[in-house]
């Protein structure tokens, strides 16, 4: 008695790939990653280098008191802000390993958006006068703005830069270094921001790119969805925060507080798409006149929309998922739209021009998906490759020296 054939239900029609490989890759590249930061004195590095930068940033003035630092993992551009290649205007002034954080510095704290002027649904001036007493340097360098007339001056994002950048680099003259365990290779601007490279007696090295924003309670105006993510006893304040980059001296919209509690919420299954998605789409995503990577996390909130959570609760469909973000963003791509899922009428996409190159690229990676997974894991290796290298030279030396220490028997 013959019995029929059992589908293969786990092979993915358009490159062959089966489902079960990506998924193991997806769990490596995460493993991977998660390990950057075991081992050795690593984490010990890291906090010296936040509490020294901590130090640097308390010697600007002036600065709202006390001050919170809001504190993301990964640089700038690793999709964590909604900010792009050309929003800071050139690529990072010093190297970007594997191990980077970025820093949200209120300037100005607001106890609502009232004093603001709306340019747009993600943009806004700034009012001089809301910095009490003004800074000389944000007085002198306040541009002009036909659009608005000859009334209340406004800072731009760059006047404000100025100040806060070169307050940043000049205190570094005053403070001793950060540790003689911890050396400072470099501190460059970059766009309206500071990044600044360190490096632990391993060789590791570490960069934090910090940020000047205005700090707002509140939402603005025709925000939506968020409010369903805020509880009062376990979730994110109610604030936004306005980033130092937009056209003509306007301030850019963000929500990273309240989103970096939605991606802590996130099922694990959906951290490793994101985490993957963002792992082979980057090498372009971060090129010239690219939107950077925080496309590929607004491409998965839509999803997150629409999908039952049953779904994207298991993780067997992790696969599924990942295959589905490449299709949707190179549709995004194509039409030139991504719209923000937060403020209607912002769209991430607007005035992009090489949406169909970044279409393309993105097909063929959906054409060949486990041979970019496998590049990426090899990458990820590769990172903390040094790392590991070193820490078995360590137990082989820790395993002779107790060998020495036998008596004959």
Not at 72 to 84: I, P
Not at 269 to 295: C, E, I, M
Request: charged share 20%; net charge negative; with cysteine.
């Amino acid at each position: 008695m013959t019995s029929s054939a059992r589908p293969l239900t786990d092979v993915d029609f358009c490159s062959g790939s089966r489902m079960e490989e990506l998924n193991k890759l997806m769990e490596e590249l995460e493993r991977r990653d998660s390990g950057a930061l075991q081992g050795r004195d690593l984490l010990n590095s890291c906090l010296r280098a936040k509490q020294y930068v901590f130090s640097l940033i308390e010697q600007v003035q002036p600065l709202p008191s006390p001050n919170s630092l809001l504190v993301l993992q990964g640089g700038l551009c690793s999709g964590s802000l909604d900010v792009s290649p050309v929003d800071l205007g050139s690529t990072s002034p010093l190297s970007c390993p594997p191990i980077t954080y970025t820093i949200l510095v209120p300037t100005l704290r607001l106890p609502s958006p009232a004093p603001l002027r709306q340019a747009s649904p993600c943009h806004y001036w700034v009012p001089l006068c809301l910095w009490d007493p003004p800074h000389p340097q944000l007085s002198s360098g306040t541009p002009p703005h036909p659009q608005l007339g000859s009334g209340t001056p406004y800072v731009s994002p760059y006047t404000v830069s100025l100040w806060f950048t070169s307050s940043l680099l000049s205190a570094m003259s005053s403070l001793p270094a950060p540790a003689p365990h911890l050396c400072l290779e470099g501190a460059e601007p970059w766009g309206n921001c500071v990044s600044l490279l360190f490096s632990d007696p391993s060789d590791v090295f570490l960069r934090f790119d910090v940020v000047p924003a205005v700090e707002v309670r509140g939402w603005p105006g025709g925000v939506q969805y968020l409010e369903d993510w805020v509880d009062e006893d376990r979730g994110p304040p109610r604030l936004f925060h306005l980033l130092p980059w937009g056209a003509e001296g306007q301030w850019r919209v963000s929500f990273p507080g309240v989103e970096l509690f939605m991606r802590r919420c996130l099922h694990p299954a959906l951290s490793r798409v994101l985490r993957a998605s963002v792992a082979v789409l980057r090498p372009f995503l971060q090129g010239p006149n690219a939107p950077g990577p925080y496309v590929v996390w607004v491409t998965l909130l839509h999803a997150c929309e629409r999908l039952p959570r049953g779904y994207l609760c298991r993780p067997q469909n992790a696969a599924s998922c990942f295959l589905g973000l490449l299709e949707e963003l190179s549709c995004y791509f194509l039409r030139g739209s991504c719209p923000n899922p937060f403020l209607p009428g912002c769209d991430l996409l607007s005035g992009l021009s090489r949406g169909p190159y970044l279409a393309r690229r993105v097909s063929e990676i959906r054409a060949q998906p486990v041979t970019h997974l496998r590049e990426a894991v090899k990458e990820a290796k590769e990172a903390i490759k040094g790392g590991e290298r070193e820490e078995k030279e360590e137990r082989d030396q820790r395993e002779e020296e107790r060998g020495s220490s036998c008596s004959p028997s």
